[in-house]
């Protein structure tokens, strides 16, 4: 059911919609559940939906900031310690706000009960620390919604891998995937993904105050911008919302719990009336570049030097071949994560003598910059313009990829913001 319809639906349809009783994922990142008076808050929100006559699922993540509380922990208790201790550590900050919201769901007189991502279960794969969700059991919540007209109040980022019996954690920002996931298995009409921005915007607001928030954005659009750099949706999330169906919006937990703005919908690209040919930018930092210069030029040799990193578990990004003077040898470059920058290195010095190459060499603090939007695939030279308007602020690019619909630039950090605000006023982007 369409619960947050286009504008043009008259108030009163509106009014008469809010009163079809339905099935809801109500998710609530960190900043929303930073103390206990913002719990209560989002108690508010529940309550509206459950008063207008609605069954809800709740999913919540920790208070902002506590995930990377307990990481630093773990790393001070042993820099190399064991993955599933670190998963049994850094799931408890959500078990924290699933209490805490429930207690505070109930002193207000709604019946609630929290749940641990075992205690539903939330099954998941073995990788710890980045489980990957594979089945969910959501019946005894949905019984207990109609037996007794209970909010279920579920920790995200949590699973278990039942062969071991083992806590997992879905990966950073795993929340909204859990709750798309949980929106999925139960059949919800909509997942509600509350944060602290109103929607999805054209860029990171907090980086660009020109940005526009969006009323809607392709499932394809958002899961290269989330992949890109755009936090505010995990991409695991924005696939399993475009796999099953999932009718999810990006909206505010700082609006007044009485008077809710429907935020940004995530729908089918024929849902979108006036495409752009860009709809966003993104940026990640962290990037980090390799170059190895005077690599044998014959086959072989980019097996000899990616299967190592792959091996390693090094995801490689980008990745630049130039034939040099001599035309035997070739300097080949590309992009790690920055956190990754040693290891592929000492990965790289060992496979020298198979690889064979005159030396390494590195830079950090680079950004890559991302223009995303499918009308690029009916356009031609979007790109190029970028490229022009980014050397007219005598911004150096340093690598470039393109897909379909989008493409990347590779910079020195230092330029991010330029490089960015460039970009979206190039793109007609900017709020007028
Ligand atoms: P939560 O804790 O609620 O999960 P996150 O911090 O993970 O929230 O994600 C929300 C943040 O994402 C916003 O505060 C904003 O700074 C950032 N962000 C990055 N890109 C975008 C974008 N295109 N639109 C909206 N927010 C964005
Ligand atoms: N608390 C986890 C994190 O900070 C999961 C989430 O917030 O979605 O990554
Ligand atoms: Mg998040």
């Not at 008469?16 to 998710?27: D, T």
């Not at 003077?325 to 994560?337: N, R």
Request: proline fraction near 3%; glycine fraction near 6%; charge should be negative.
């Amino acid at each position: 059911m369409n619960f947050w319809p286009d504008r043009k639906v008259c108030e009163p349809q509106l009014k008469e919609m809010r009163h079809i009783m339905s099935r809801l994922v109500m998710k609530f990142g960190g900043t929303s559940v930073a103390n206990i008076e913002r719990i209560r808050n989002v108690a508010q929100h529940v309550k509206r939906e459950v008063d207008a006559g609605h069954q809800v699922a709740v999913v919540v993540s920790a208070m902002s900031g506590k995930t990377n509380e307990l990481v630093a922990w773990c790393r001070e208790a042993s820099p190399l310690h064991d993955a599933r201790e670190y998963d049994a550590v850094v799931a408890s900050g959500e078990t924290v706000t699933a209490g805490l919201l429930a207690i505070a769901l109930q002193d207000i007189g709604i019946q609630a009960r929290s749940w641990q991502g075992w205690q539903i279960p939330i099954l998941t794969s073995d990788a710890h620390g980045s489980a990957r969700i594979e089945s969910i059991h959501g019946d005894e919540i949905v019984k207990r919604f109609t037996e007794r007209k209970e909010v279920a109040v579920i920790a995200g980022f949590q699973g278990i891998h039942a062969p071991t019996g083992r806590i997992t954690t879905l990966g950073r920002g795993g929340s909204d995937t859990s709750a798309v996931a949980i929106a999925a298995a139960i059949k919800a009409d909509r997942c509600d993904i509350y944060t602290d921005v109103d929607g999805v915007y054209t860029t990171d607001p907090r980086v660009v105050p020109k940005a526009r928030r969006l009323e809607r954005v392709a499932f394809e659009e958002m899961l290269e911008m989330a992949s890109l750099g755009a936090k505010v949706l995990q991409v695991r999330s924005v696939e399993v919302a475009m796999v099953h169906k999932v009718k999810t919006f990006v909206r505010s937990s700082f609006d007044d719990p009485a008077n809710p703005q429907p935020g940004t919908l995530i729908c089918d690209e024929e849902d979108i009336l006036e495409q752009q040919v860009v709809t966003g930018i993104a940026f990640a930092r962290d990037e980090a570049q390799i170059t190895l210069r005077r690599v044998s030029d014959k086959p072989g040799v980019a097996a000899a030097i990616f299967m190592p990193l792959a091996e390693a578990n090094i995801n490689v990004d980008m990745i630049i071949q130039v034939v040099s003077d001599d035309t035997t040898t070739t300097d080949l470059t590309f992009t790690v994560p920055a956190i990754d920058f040693e290891r592929a290195k000492g990965v790289l010095e060992k496979a020298r003598s198979e690889i064979g190459f005159a030396s390494i060499q590195g830079a950090m603090d680079l950004v890559k910059v991302s223009a995303i939007g499918i009308g690029m695939r009916s356009h031609a030279g979007v790109a190029a313009r970028a490229f022009k308007a980014l050397a007219e602020k005598g911004i150096n690019i340093r690598a470039i990829t393109t897909s379909e619909i989008k493409f990347s630039v590779l910079i020195d950090a230092a330029y991010t913001e330029l490089a960015v605000r460039t970009l979206h006023s190039l793109y007609g982007l900017d709020k007028a």
